[in-house]
């Protein structure tokens, strides 16, 4: 009997369940990804021993071969790494919305995200999903423009230490997870944020 078993939490049903899982064979692994946890400080006191295990696999095994890496070059500062994001849902309407949203990121050296309807519309890149399906980012702030709070959405960005929601629904879920909250269309909203943000910042 194996005992001392690895137990997964791992997110089901689209996200609105959370089901534990184990395995009852060893080795036992388990992968975790990136940013969803914040990470602890190096500590060079700490050794790990690396173990090679032989897979013991015959290559006319694989079923699967990679033909070709193509490496996309980023603009700007990448979303992982972005202290500031400003994320558009559904509501931003247009690709053209979102270059309103790029104008005030860059101002605040931040990044767009998106929701995914965005990127299922192609107004945005897949590669800025955030979410279930996306990435997950946790980002000092996280201002959420026009974007409702579904479960998926809220899997890649709960880690944020700030989440700032604008939305003209009062009811909207996001504002359950916000820390702030403004009521209203952001196509009020961000021009005036975007022009107090200039003052401030002397640009
Ligand atoms: C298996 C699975 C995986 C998924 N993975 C992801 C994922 O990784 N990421 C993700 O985001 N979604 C994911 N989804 C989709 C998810 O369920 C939601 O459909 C999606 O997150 C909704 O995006 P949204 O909030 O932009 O759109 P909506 O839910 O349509 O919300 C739009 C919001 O915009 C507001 N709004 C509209 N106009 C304005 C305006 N002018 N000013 C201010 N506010 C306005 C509305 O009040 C509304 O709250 C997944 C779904 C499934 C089933």
Redesign the pocket.
């Given at each position: 009997m194996v005992s001392k078993l690895l137990l997964q939490t791992k997110p089901v049903y689209?996200?609105n369940a959370r089901a534990i899982y184990t395995m009852e064979t060893l080795p036992q692994m388990a992968t975790v990804r990136a940013k969803a946890m914040s990470a602890l400080a190096p500590d060079s006191s700490r050794k790990g021993e690396v173990i090679t295990i032989a897979a013991g696999l015959d290559a006319s095994a694989i079923k699967t071969h990679v033909l070709q890496k193509v490496v996309q070059e980023a603009e700007g500062i990448k979303l992982e790494d972005a202290p500031i994001i400003i994320a558009?849902?559904?509501?931003?309407?247009s690709a053209v919305g979102f270059k309103q949203l790029e104008e005030l990121a860059q101002m605040l050296k931040g990044a767009v995200g998106?929701?995914?309807?965005?990127c299922d519309n192609g107004w945005v890149p897949d590669t800025i999903?955030?979410?279930?399906?996306?990435k997950i980012v946790s980002p000092d702030v996280y201002i959420a423009?026009?974007?409702?709070?579904?479960?998926?959405?809220l899997?890649?960005c709960s880690g944020a230490k700030n989440i700032i929601a604008?939305?003209?629904?009062p009811e909207?879920n996001?504002f359950k997870e916000a820390r702030f909250g403004v009521v209203?269309?952001?196509?009020k909203?961000i021009p005036a944020f975007q022009a107090k943000a200039k003052e401030l910042l002397g640009k």
């Open positions: 689209g996200g558009g849902g559904r509501g931003i309407g998106a929701s995914r309807p965005p999903q955030i979410g279930l399906t996306g423009v026009a974007v409702s709070g579904s479960s998926q959405h899997a890649g604008i939305n003209r629904d909207a996001i209203g269309d952001w196509k909203i």
